[in-house]
């Protein structure tokens, strides 16, 4: 039954908002528009504003989940018209938070004790609410300010019965929409349904947490709050307080003096250095995760929270995507499309010449502008759409880097409108590729594998002395099989050669014995016999 009800309200929402006009002109088989035209809403309700700002409107009605999904749409811009990701991208987590009553229970047993045994002040009024979790304030017993951050109770049976019902439109869009299948909405859902499950388990939280704070210790640029791991549950996590600045709020920032420029500047290095130097970067960096300290504005820091979805890169992909880059800004459009068949981005065999020209076809306009006020993320976005035509493989951690990077990028622009990533990108590639190519990367390479040697150096003489032995056996088994194979063969010759023999005497004995044939042989000339003697020796021979 509810399921049923929940059901009627999605007919409801799809009513009132009139998202049937996502429909018009869509090639759709002759009974789906009949159906479509007949709905009965279409009388009592009429569209108002844009067909994307209605989406968004009618995702928030849905609730948390829906919002959740959207935000995660948001992201695929490979997919969707860029209007509509736009519209999506304004999906905010303001969530009616549930009761402080319900979070100290689910505190008290995830931890197993009171919320007074374990905290001096515990405030029962939450500090922000989402659509998976909530944040209370409070205070440690040695009196270190905290949040304790609760999974909202129930929220896994919804997820999962609005999970089901986005599979079932899903796969109606796919089936019933010409253009369904390109967009893969069920992969879409998919890839939504692990991210969301991912955060329902905060211990994965606190372990990203945890990973960039090491990364960033004693940073100028970034600070990652504290975990407190032995208050930290699947359902419950315990982190340090911060106190900043929300780096949306421009009017605060500068009434306190900060340096937008160096701002804007730090936080693509701080992209940068996360997704090229540690490969681990939080990939959920919208406004609402990111502070500013209040402490020295001349030179800011960059507070994060959040970190429930983060992305990694392998070392290939690494390399590829910094050479795609500054291949990219070098015009060398036969490097980017080289690149993305060498890194199997890209079918083996494709066209490199046609691949070529269409990345030059999307990337020539852009440079019709001046390098600062080009967009990475739009660039890394033409590439992939660009691809997508080629049967380029959809790479996950290739999505989360392209929401970051314009993340980043939007968050950068809005602080410092001249913001150039390219004056600040450039510096930090061309020295990260010279330090993995060149003779430091060598030697750290040596340093890390050296270990390794030396444990394995002890098994040398022995690994050498069986590769050997076992070569020695394998060539005079080789040589066996070739000797078998050579007498087999010198076998048949000797049958076939005694056939052959055999044949011809009685062929000759036949002929020797006809009336009519003697008497031809006998007015033969001696020519004529030596020409059929060599004859029989050649067929003999053979």
Not at 40 to 58: D, M, Q, T, V
Not at 92 to 120: C, H, M, N, Y
Not at 290 to 300: A, G, K, Y
Request: hydrophobic share 45%.
């Amino acid at each position: 039954m509810q399921s049923f009800f929940r059901l009627l309200k999605i007919y409801w929402v799809i009513a009132r908002f009139r998202l049937d006009t996502f429909l018009i002109g869509a090639r759709l088989p002759w009974y789906v528009r009949v159906i479509v035209a007949l709905l009965p809403w279409r009388i009592f309700f009429r569209a108002k504003g844009s067909s994307e700002s209605r989406l968004r409107l009618a995702l928030i009605a849905l609730g948390p989940v829906f919002i959740k999904f959207g935000q995660t749409l948001s992201t695929r811009r490979d997919l969707l018209p860029p209007d509509l990701a736009i519209e999506l991208a304004q999906l905010q987590d303001r969530v009616p938070p549930f009761s402080g009553v319900k979070a100290r229970a689910l505190i008290e047993s995830q931890l197993g004790a009171t919320v007074d045994e374990l905290f001096a002040e515990f405030d029962p009024e939450p500090l922000a609410s989402a659509s998976v979790a909530q944040v209370h304030p409070a205070r440690l017993k040695d009196g270190k300010s905290v949040v304790v951050k609760v999974i909202r109770p129930g929220i896994e049976r919804v997820i999962r019965q609005d999970v089901g019902l986005l599979y079932v439109m899903a796969r109606m869009v796919q089936n019933l929409w010409s253009e369904g299948k390109r967009l893969r909405p069920v992969e879409v859902v998919e890839e939504y349904e692990q991210t969301i499950f991912d955060e329902l388990d905060l211990r994965k939280e606190a372990a990203n947490a945890t990973q960039l704070r090491r990364n960033f210790e004693n940073s100028s640029i970034l600070y990652v709050p504290e975990i407190y791991w032995d208050l930290t549950r699947q359902r419950v996590m315990v982190m340090e307080r911060i106190s900043g600045i929300p780096v949306a709020d421009i009017e605060a920032l500068h009434a306190q003096g900060t340096d937008m420029e160096k701002l804007a500047e730090r936080g693509v290095e701080i992209f940068f250095t996360q997704v090229f130097r540690d490969s681990f970067f939080h990939a959920d960096m919208h406004p609402g995760n990111i502070f500013v300290s209040r402490e020295n504005p001349s030179e800011p820091q960059y507070i994060a929270v959040d970190f429930g979805i983060v992305g990694s890169l392998s070392a290939e992909d690494q390399s590829y995507l910094a050479r795609n880059i500054l291949a990219f800004f070098q015009r060398d459009y036969r490097l980017v499309a080289q690149l993305h068949i060498d890194s199997g981005w890209v079918p083996a065999n494709t066209n490199v010449h046609a691949f070529e020209t269409a990345i030059r076809s999307v990337c020539e306009p852009i440079f019709e502008k001046p390098l600062k006020d080009i967009s990475f993320g739009m660039v890394l976005l033409g590439l992939f759409q660009t691809a997508r035509r080629f049967n380029m493989v959809v790479q996950p951690q290739l999505i989360l880097l392209q929401k970051t990077l314009l993340n980043i990028e939007g968050l950068g622009r809005q602080l410092y409108p001249d913001l150039d990533l390219w004056k600040t990108g450039k510096p930090f590639l061309e020295n990260w590729m010279r330090e993995r190519m060149g003779v430091k990367a060598m030697l750290k390479n040596i340093k890390q594998q050296a270990p390794d040697w030396i444990e394995k150096l002890p098994q040398l003489p022995q690994l050498v002395f069986d590769s050997l032995q076992q070569s020695r056996q394998s060539h005079e088994q080789k040589l066996q099989r070739i000797q078998h194979e050579q007498s087999l063969k010198q076998k048949q010759a000797q049958r076939t050669r005694r056939m052959m023999l055999l044949a011809s005497s009685l062929g000759l004995l036949a002929v020797s014995t006809d009336p009519a044939i003697n008497q031809w042989a006998q007015q033969m000339p001696w020519f004529g016999w030596a020409a059929a003697a060599a004859a029989w020796l050649l067929i003999w021979r053979a």
